[in-house]
Structure formats: C-alpha cells, structure tokens
T-cell receptor
Framework: AQRVTQPEKLLSVFKGAPVELKCNYSYSGSPELFWYVQYSRQRLQLLLRHISRESIKGFTADLNKGETSFHLKKPFAQEEDSAMYYCALTTGNQFYFGTGTSLTVIP | DAGVIQSPRHEVTEMGQEVTLRCKPISGHNSLFWYRQTMMRGLELLIYFNNNVPIDDSGMPEDRFSAKMPNASFSTLKIQPSEPRDSAVYFC????????????FGPGTRLTVL
C-alpha cells in the first residue's frame, strides 16, 4: 500500500508566484513527516520535518491529521527553488518516500 | 567530511552478471539505508541497518538481492544474477539514531543492466 502520495509529478510556477506541493499519507498512527529536496547535480537532502515546525528557505509545511496531508508551501517562488521534492514518512519501524514532484520555477 | 561515499558511480553490466555496490557511511552514524530510485516507483527503501544489524529488509525485491554491513564503515548491496529490470539509481544514506533523524544521502550509483 502506498503510504505517501504526491499527486503531481511535474509542477511549474512563475517566479514570485505562490507554490504548493501536495503530499498525502496513509497511516493510522502518529506519523513523522519530512520533505527532502534534490537540486540539480546535488545530493538528496532534508528540507524540513514537521516536528521542527520551522521555515526553511521560505518553505513551510503543516501536518493536517484530519486531511492526512503535509503540503509544502512557499508564498513567493524563486528560480533556485527548481528541484525535485520528496515527501517522506516514518512509522518508527519503516520509512517511506513519495514518488516526488519536479518543481520548475519559470523566470 | 566527504559525506556518504558510494562506488561505483556508474555501472553497466550484462544480464546475468553479479553486481556489487558499495557504501561508506558518515563516520559516527549508526544507521545505514539502501534505496532504489526508478521513474515509476520513485525512492524505495530496500533495507536498513542499525549498528551493523539488518533491521528491516522487507523492501528487498527478491532473493537475487542481498546486503551486508560487516563493520560500521562499510556496506555492500549485491545483485546476483542481475536483470534489466534492476536498472535504476541506487542510493545509500546514513543517519545517527532512529528513523526520525535526518538521513544523509550519497551521490548514488546508476546501474544499467543490458
């Protein structure tokens, strides 16, 4: 069963526009959720995690248990945000990544 | 620190051959993960080790795949015999502590099985 769903494989927005990358999860317990990012020619790296409740590079993500979502948002997209974004979940015993969303910010 | 080191970076082999991928985790990290990345399925966790012991190998696709971690600074992922459908990018990652902690990824090994 797919634990983490990212419905958009590709997403394009204009520079300065708001961006939202969707992530839904399937887990009845208390999950821990993450967003990882892979910039061109760089390694996959952690962007943020829900337990930290922090904003990184202008991105935020709120865990919505009612909607089982953990969408990633940024009010004003920048060209350097173009990358592959992966939502991930751990149940404590296992770790699941979504299939990823490729974000392109158009100048 | 060079971070997680993987070798080789690229591997091209013929169907039926044995393939061995190597990983050196970040010094001091006690958890190591092997992932496979494909266009269709994204990133899949194959197996992870904690303190050199395999904790969960439920993601290993079949018996042709095996992984070892003989010591804290080295792990291998072996495919024998390899098949074209094994073509993918294989990532190794390491972390300290539990699955809740940040994972640091290697550059990946791009495997092509002809």
């Amino acid at each position: 069963a797919q634990r983490v769903t990212q419905p958009e494989k590709l997403l394009s927005v204009f520079k300065g526009a708001p961006v939202e990358l969707k992530c839904n999860y399937s887990y009845s317990g208390s999950p821990e959720l993450f967003w990882y990012v892979q910039y061109s020619r760089q390694r996959l790296q952690l962007l943020l995690r829900h337990i930290s409740r922090e904003s990184i590079k202008g991105f935020t993500a709120d865990l919505n248990k009612g909607e089982t979502s953990f969408h990633l948002k940024k009010p004003f997209a920048q060209e350097e945000d173009s990358a592959m974004y992966y939502c991930a979940l751990t149940t404590g015993n296992q770790f699941y990544f979504g299939t990823g969303t490729s974000l392109t910010v158009i100048p | 620190d060079a971070g997680v080191i993987q070798s080789p970076r690229h591997e091209v082999t013929e169907m039926g051959q044995e393939v061995t991928l190597r990983c050196k985790p970040i010094s001091g990290h006690n958890s190591l993960f092997w992932y496979r990345q494909t266009m269709m399925r994204g990133l899949e966790l194959l197996i992870y080790f904690n303190n050199n012991v395999p904790i969960d190998d439920s993601g290993m696709p079949e018996d042709r795949f095996s992984a070892k971690m003989p010591n804290a600074s080295f792990s291998t992922l072996k495919i024998q015999p390899s098949e074209p459908r094994d073509s993918a990018v294989y990532f190794c990652a390491s972390s300290s502590g539990t699955l809740s902690n940040e994972q640091f990824f290697g550059p990946g090994t791009r495997l092509t099985v002809l």
